[in-house]
């Protein structure tokens, strides 16, 4: 109530002084029009009066002249008229006024000593009088006589009172309504604004379903609005975590949240920031007409660490590829993200055109990605390549120790094949420093790797790391092999580590999730069943069952093999030819590649082939679908869909099979998964298939569709709960754990510790 008084009392201070002001302007400009206008009527009539005045006056005619002023006398404002000689002597004056004029007023002696005529406002018998002077014919430098022409002035005073008359009640007007205003205002705009969320926190604090947060309806309110929702959030989130936590406790069991791993790497780095390198940035700057927007680029190595950066914060150092990306980052590269919810620092890393297709392009997408994932593309190595390579390490490297500075032991976690060099020049300047390096694609066998023409520099720079990390055994199995076979090292299988040089590097498995249950943290929470029948008419068919594929555009990921079992399996069971549709949501990717070019164009010709087969009207068995897609995209098809194929012909995790499990709140849905992606290992209720066995794949399509209710919500469950025991919170957990464990040793001369 007292904000709504000062606000009232300010507005109608403010409104009063500005009309105030205003009628004071007004006044004084109509009054000097007014005065303006009887000036010149007054010189119209002397000028008119002059030719008949002056021979009068020349013959001394008094009495002619003393009849000419009685004539105008008392005329319309006109109070009278006087002629006056050269000295000054009143010759002919209006009577009503010659008692009242018995000396000439200083306009005369004005006009006759000037000869210019002139006016002047003068109090005569009491009244305001308005006389003007016209000299007459001028003699020996003075005027013959003058020509004084009186008007009554009072209505220039009545003018005046009427004007601030009016202005006073046109003030009081406009403060009545202005006050009127500003309390419906104030109540429309701000009170009913947070009152509403005032109960709507009132609710959420007591623990009832809140909703969404209700829309502010002033535009004053978005930036509170934003962060309330923001906060309440977190605060949903934590009571989620809270209550997920006794509810496990309880059962003995025990899950990680957000805030426990929070607390987990603070104590374990106490207080110290955590380091992440990845060739990705988590959120990518580009231009939309005259706005710069922030986006979250596709792809399963944003999805698993951003929540980790999100929990517990720090530094994470990326390329900066976005097109705006400079545009938003201060003189060193820095920014807090997320831009909703600043966490932590993202630390760009800019790279020249020739840098990022040598290191990126070249060496890591036609020579490492190829040769790890034995997907029978041949790799291309180029020494070229493997000196951008290099050259860009180094880059990395002095960003992370500049971010690092002269912290003790920090930690750092290098992710993937792009920085297979980084671990030993990091720890060359910085020994004290804990360095994981996570692998997120397979390994090959010794034989594979070995055709690499710097394997032995690449496993060198690997071996920097105090710890190395592969999502499955079977990966570290490879690795260990492999460097028992190329370096002088020493083994020890009992620990799987490998001695170099006094470093000891330990491998183990880290099979890497997604945040769950809130899988989908920049996605606000779907209310009802999703509608099937709207999305598929949004793209233009009808269909009884629904299929999704969700992938980066990748020779890797089994596409072409997916959309012939597809195939396969309309020509097994015909029955469902003109029931069941797949959508393939498709992420364009490295497209500067001549292969990745030329998968596209083999994809996008498959599709159009089995469409031609299978040609019907409202109905395509395949939908391919060529963007990048946001989560708040996908989600839709990942709950509308009765099943989900991830048919990887070879993969180190695949995080979109644990999306489509997370997404899947309703507990339906079946997952047609590979066995050569290493979600399989974690999934065993998925649809385990040999992407290569068409036959299988159409089967498993069928019992997809087919599957009892019950087992198929069994199937979900059983993957939701291995989901939630082995999320991204865990896998961070213990990467942190394991690395902040190791005993450093004392560096040898020459060679980092």
């Given at each position: 109530?007292?904000?709504?008084?000062?606000?009232?009392?300010?507005?109608?201070?403010?409104?009063?002084?500005?009309?105030?002001?205003?009628?004071?302007?007004?006044?004084?400009?109509?009054?000097?029009?007014?005065?303006?206008?009887?000036?010149?009527?007054?010189?119209?009539?002397?000028?008119?009066?002059?030719?008949?005045?002056?021979?009068?006056?020349?013959?001394?005619?008094?009495?002619?002249?003393?009849?000419?002023?009685?004539?105008?006398?008392?005329?319309?404002?006109?109070?009278?008229?006087?002629?006056?000689?050269?000295?000054?002597?009143?010759?002919?004056?209006?009577?009503?006024?010659?008692?009242?004029?018995?000396?000439?007023?200083?306009?005369?002696?004005?006009?006759?000593?000037?000869?210019?005529?002139?006016?002047?406002?003068?109090?005569?018998?009491?009244?305001?009088?308005?006389?003007?002077?016209?000299?007459?014919?001028?003699?020996?430098?003075?005027?013959?006589?003058?020509?004084?022409?009186?008007?009554?002035?009072?209505?220039?005073?009545?003018?005046?009172?009427?004007?601030?008359?009016?202005?006073?009640?046109?003030?009081?007007?406009?403060?009545?309504?202005?006050?009127?205003?500003?309390?419906?205002?104030?109540?429309?705009?701000?009170?009913?604004?947070?009152?509403?969320?005032?109960?709507?926190?009132?609710?959420?604090?007591?623990?009832?379903?809140?909703?969404?947060?209700?829309?502010?309806?002033?535009?004053?309110?978005?930036?509170?609005?934003?962060?309330?929702?923001?906060?309440?959030?977190?605060?949903?989130?934590?009571?989620?975590?809270?209550?997920?936590?006794?509810?496990?406790?309880?059962?003995?069991?025990?899950?990680?949240?957000?805030?426990?791993?929070?607390?987990?790497?603070?104590?374990?780095?106490?207080?110290?920031?955590?380091?992440?390198?990845?060739?990705?940035?988590?959120?990518?700057?580009?231009?939309?007409?005259?706005?710069?927007?922030?986006?979250?680029?596709?792809?399963?190595?944003?999805?698993?660490?951003?929540?980790?950066?999100?929990?517990?914060?720090?530094?994470?150092?990326?390329?900066?590829?976005?097109?705006?990306?400079?545009?938003?980052?201060?003189?060193?590269?820095?920014?807090?993200?997320?831009?909703?919810?600043?966490?932590?620092?993202?630390?760009?890393?800019?790279?020249?055109k020739e840098e990022e297709n040598g290191y990126y392009y070249g060496l890591s997408n036609e020579g490492l990605w190829p040769l790890c994932h034995i997907a029978h593309t041949r790799p291309v190595f180029r020494p070229e390549d493997w000196s951008q390579y290099r050259a860009v390490n180094e880059k990395f490297a002095n960003a992370v120790l500049e971010e690092i500075g002269d912290l003790d032991e920090p930690m750092v976690l290098i992710q993937d094949y792009h920085?297979?060099?980084?671990?030993?020049?990091?720890?060359?300047?910085?020994?004290?420093?804990?360095?994981?390096?996570?692998?997120?694609?397979?390994?090959?066998?010794?034989?594979?790797?070995?055709?690499?023409?710097?394997?032995?520099?690449?496993?060198?720079?690997?071996?920097?790391?105090?710890?190395?990390?592969?999502?499955?055994?079977?990966?570290?199995?490879?690795?260990?092999?492999?460097?028992?076979?190329?370096?002088?090292?020493?083994?020890?299988?009992?620990?799987?580590?490998?001695?170099?040089?006094?470093?000891?590097?330990?491998?183990?498995?880290?099979?890497?999730?997604?945040?769950?249950?809130?899988?989908?943290?920049?996605?606000?929470?779907?209310?009802?069943?999703?509608?099937?029948?709207?999305?598929?008419?949004?793209?233009?068919?009808?269909?009884?069952?629904?299929?999704?594929?969700?992938?980066?555009?990748?020779?890797?990921?089994?596409?072409?093999?997916?959309?012939?079992?597809?195939?396969?399996?309309?020509?097994?069971?015909?029955?469902?030819?003109?029931?069941?549709?797949?959508?393939?949501?498709?992420?364009?990717?490295?497209?500067?590649?001549?292969?990745?070019?030329?998968?596209?164009?083999?994809?996008?010709?498959e599709a159009e082939r089995i469409n031609w087969k299978f040609r019907a009207r409202n109905w395509k068995p395949i939908l391919y679908v060529e963007k990048h897609h946001s989560h708040k995209e996908i989600l839709p098809f990942y709950r509308a869909a009765d099943l989900c194929m991830v048919t990887s012909l070879h993969d180190g995790m695949n995080l979109v099979a644990k999306e489509f499990v997370a997404s899947r709140d309703d507990e339906g849905g079946a997952l047609?998964?590979?066995?050569?992606?290493?979600?399989?290992?974690?999934?065993?209720?998925?649809?385990?298939?040999?992407?290569?066995?068409?036959?299988?794949?159409?089967?498993?399509?069928?019992?997809?569709?087919?599957?009892?209710?019950?087992?198929?919500?069994?199937?979900?469950?059983?993957?939701?709960?291995?989901?939630?025991?082995?999320?991204?919170?865990?896998?961070?957990?213990?990467?942190?754990?394991?690395?902040?464990?190791?005993?450093?040793?004392?560096?040898?001369?020459?060679?980092?510790?």
């Open positions: 109530m007292r904000i709504t008084l000062r606000l009232v009392l300010s507005l109608m201070t403010v409104v009063a002084v500005v009309a105030i002001s205003s009628a004071y302007l007004q006044e004084r400009k109509e009054i000097a029009r007014q005065r303006d206008e009887l000036e010149r009527r007054s010189r119209v009539l002397a000028q008119s009066l002059q030719e008949t005045v002056e021979p009068l006056l020349e013959r001394e005619a008094s009495h002619s002249l003393q009849r000419l002023v009685e004539r105008f006398g008392n005329r319309e404002r006109l109070a009278g008229v006087a002629v006056y000689d050269s000295k000054g002597t009143a010759v002919a004056i209006t009577s009503s006024l010659s008692a009242a004029l018995p000396t000439p007023p200083s306009v005369v002696t004005k006009a006759l000593e000037s000869l210019t005529d002139g006016g002047q406002t003068a109090v005569v018998s009491g009244r305001n009088m308005h006389l003007f002077a016209l000299p007459l014919s001028p003699r020996e430098g003075r005027g013959q006589g003058a020509l004084v022409i009186i008007h009554d002035a009072g209505f220039i005073d009545a003018q005046r009172a009427y004007i601030r008359k009016h202005a006073f009640f046109r003030v009081l007007v406009q403060l009545v309504l202005i006050t009127m205003v500003t309390l419906l205002v104030v109540r429309w705009s701000i009170v009913g604004p947070i009152a509403e969320m005032t109960e709507w926190m009132k609710r959420l604090r007591s623990g009832e379903e809140a909703g969404p947060m209700p829309p502010p309806s002033a535009g004053i309110f978005a930036p509170m609005a934003k962060e309330v929702t923001t906060f309440a959030k977190h605060l949903v989130q934590a009571r989620t975590a809270a209550e997920e936590e006794a509810r496990l406790r309880d059962a003995a069991e025990s899950v990680w949240t957000p805030e426990r791993l929070k607390e987990h790497i603070r104590s374990r780095l106490g207080g110290r920031p955590l380091f992440l390198v990845s060739n990705r940035e988590p959120y990518m700057h580009l231009r939309k007409g005259s706005r710069v927007e922030a986006i979250v680029p596709a792809g399963g190595l944003v999805t698993a660490l951003e929540p980790v950066l999100r929990a517990c914060g720090g530094v994470w150092i990326a390329h900066g590829a976005g097109e705006a990306d400079w545009e938003v980052t201060d003189a060193n590269g820095r920014l807090r993200v997320p831009p909703d919810d600043p966490s932590y620092t993202l630390r760009r890393v800019a790279l020249t920085f297979a060099l980084l671990p030993l020049l990091v720890k060359a300047q910085k020994p004290g420093a804990r360095v994981g390096l996570f692998w997120h694609i397979p390994w090959p066998n010794p034989e594979a790797f070995g055709i690499c023409p710097w394997r032995k520099e690449i496993l060198q720079g690997m071996l920097g790391a105090d710890m190395i990390g592969f999502h499955t055994q079977f990966h570290c199995n490879n690795f260990l092999d492999t460097v028992d076979r190329m370096l002088e090292t020493r083994i020890d299988w009992e620990h799987f580590s490998v001695v170099k040089e006094r470093h000891t590097t330990f491998v183990k498995p880290y099979p890497i999730s997604i945040s769950f249950p809130d899988a989908f943290p920049d996605v606000p929470t779907p209310t009802g069943p999703p509608d099937r029948a709207a999305l598929l008419k949004e793209l233009g068919v009808q269909a009884r069952f629904l299929g999704v594929g969700v992938d980066r555009m990748d020779y890797t990921k089994g596409i072409l093999e997916r959309f012939r079992a597809i195939e396969h399996f309309l020509e097994r069971y015909a029955d469902y030819r003109g029931q069941f549709t797949f959508v393939q949501l498709g992420a364009p990717s490295r497209t500067h590649i001549k292969r990745y070019h030329d998968f596209l164009a083999e994809v996008q010709s047609i998964l590979s066995h050569f992606a290493g979600a399989s290992r974690e999934l065993k209720d998925a649809l385990i298939v040999n992407p290569y066995d068409v036959e299988q794949m159409a089967d498993a399509i069928r019992f997809a569709l087919e599957m009892g209710p019950e087992d198929r919500m069994r199937r979900m469950q059983r993957m939701r709960q291995a989901l939630r025991e082995n999320n991204v919170y865990r896998w961070a957990a213990d990467l942190v754990a394991d690395l902040s464990q190791i005993r450093l040793e004392a560096p040898k001369e020459g060679r980092p510790a």
